[in-house]
């Protein structure tokens, strides 16, 4: 199991979103459509052959999944019988897709996932003329009981330049419109698929134009157009995966005290990433605490977790074990005595909090729960994804990615995180009012967290 620890990966949420832009209507938010123009890379119709050759190198490979983790709850040789013959008749990427995704939605587990292939197949950062192609609305969305709700905008963005607000009530982005969702959504796919589905609409080629559909706080109707903006880089890539961000973003906070708070966010789990995270603990180490903000963040390389906690540990400890039905790896953290240049460092002492939410899936939710059973930090926000398992990358031979899970995760108290997320220490749902007030509740109340420990502190 450990040969392939440093490409094992937690990335529900970056599946989802490439997924939800195939998306159907909202009824069936996870299952994609077969567009008129197909999303495929072939401008002809798909062959027969590769169709079904693609099909069974999926099936084979879940299988083997199944199998090595002992599940035993499908007829999986029926499933081909049954969906074979569909994929033999698919005339094109998309239509393949969708019976895959079909065999895929069966399962009930996340990091199962069909993708059409990324630009490129090569590791390592992307080229400028890569990043050129990805463009940002400038508008995070959020659920508030059961809505969609504006939570951000880019202060520099067109969003912002055309009126839009947080607390506004999004009715639809371009062609998608908001699922409908059970008492029981408030984990789970349907749940992840709600938050990435926007996410989804919202990207799209800079220069491409976007349409919000959206009422604000006085229930007044905003129907507005305007242009994508660049994504600021820089971007990464890994395996199969397609690009992703890789900036960090660093502050400090000054506490009424006169002591400083060290405030780290990063929006993927990727190896770019590492060096930019260890110079913001190392520019933190004077400060009272550090608040680690995952929200949003869908996961990555889920190795990076063991050094990333290294920063915050004086002894090593287990963050959380992989097990498949004959062997188990252990994600374990030794703690980081020495800078990225070689000087002699203690691991950060002061206090750590974790900002969590709904789109804090995967590493991000393993990691949270690791230093979270360890009493190592503590959890501020709303429950998180509730998407933890390990899961690979592997092209098939259409071109699309299938990703799949390779083995069961446990936190290091035992605690499994699939489908339940995790549970922040303070929960704090977003609310309304503090949209509209411009509050950030979870980040205030982590602050008040580190300035009492100081207080209390000998």
Same mark, same amino acid.
């Given at each position: 199991m450990a040969t392939f620890a440093a490409i094992v990966f937690g990335s529900a949420g970056i599946g989802a979103s490439v997924r939800a832009q195939h998306a159907a209507p909202p009824h069936e938010a996870v299952r994609p459509r077969l567009a008129a123009n197909d999303t495929g890379v072939r401008a002809r119709g798909l062959d027969s052959a590769l169709a079904m050759a693609t099909f069974d190198s999926a099936w084979r490979t879940v299988g083997s999944s199944l199998a090595s983790r002992g599940v035993t709850r499908f007829d999986w040789p029926a499933v081909r019988r049954e969906l074979l013959p569909r994929a033999a008749r698919a005339k094109s990427d998309s239509a393949l897709r969708a019976v895959i995704d079909d065999m895929l939605r069966r399962l009930g587990e996340s990091h199962f996932a069909i993708m059409p292939p990324p630009p490129g197949a090569s590791s390592g950062p992307v080229a400028r003329s890569e990043d050129a192609a990805l463009g940002t609305a400038g508008v995070v969305t959020r659920l508030i009981a059961g809505r969609l709700v504006v939570w951000r905008v880019d202060s520099a963005g067109a969003a912002a330049r055309h009126g839009v607000r947080p607390g506004w009530t999004v009715e639809?982005?371009?062609?998608y419109t908001h699922p409908t969702l059970g008492a029981a959504d408030t984990v789970g796919p349907r749940h992840l698929a709600a938050l990435t589905g926007p996410l989804a609409a919202l990207r799209g080629a800079p220069g491409s134009t976007v349409r919000l559909v959206a009422r604000d706080e006085r229930g007044q109707l905003h129907d507005v157009s305007f242009e994508r903006d660049t994504l600021r880089g820089p971007f990464a890539r890994f395996g199969n995966l397609p690009p992703l961000p890789a900036s960090v973003d660093f502050m400090r906070r000054a =506490?009424?005290?006169g002591s400083c708070v060290g405030v780290i966010r990063f929006e993927y789990w990727m190896p770019p990433v590492m060096p930019a995270l260890d110079r913001a603990v190392d520019a933190s180490r004077a400060c009272a605490g550090i608040v680690l903000d995952l929200r949003g963040n869908l996961g990555g390389v889920a190795a990076m977790m063991m050094g990333a906690a $290294?920063?915050? =540990?004086?002894?090593p400890k287990t =963050?959380?074990?992989m097990r498949t039905r004959g062997d188990e790896m252990r994600f374990a953290a030794n703690p980081r005595r020495s800078t990225e240049?070689?000087?002699?460092?203690?691991?950060?002492? $002061?206090s750590l909090a974790i900002l969590v939410d709904g789109l804090?899936?995967?590493?991000?939710?393993?990691?949270?729960a690791g230093l979270q059973s360890l009493g190592r930090a503590r959890l501020f926000g709303d429950r998180s994804a509730g998407q933890a398992l390990p899961a690979m990358?592997?092209? =098939?031979p259409s071109g699309d990615v299938l990703m799949h899970v390779v083995a069961d995760f446990v936190a290091a108290d035992g605690t499994r995180i699939e489908g339940v997320g995790v549970k922040p220490d303070e929960l704090i749902p977003l609310t309304d009012a503090d949209l509209l007030a411009g509050r950030d509740a979870p980040m205030e109340a982590a602050l008040a967290w580190i300035k009492r420990a100081r207080l209390a502190a000998p």
């Open positions: 639809r982005i371009d062609g =506490l009424s005290d $290294g920063h915050f =540990l004086t002894e =963050l959380g074990t240049a070689g000087v002699a460092v203690e691991p950060f002492s $002061g804090s899936a995967s590493t991000s939710e393993m990691f949270a990358a592997t092209r =098939l």
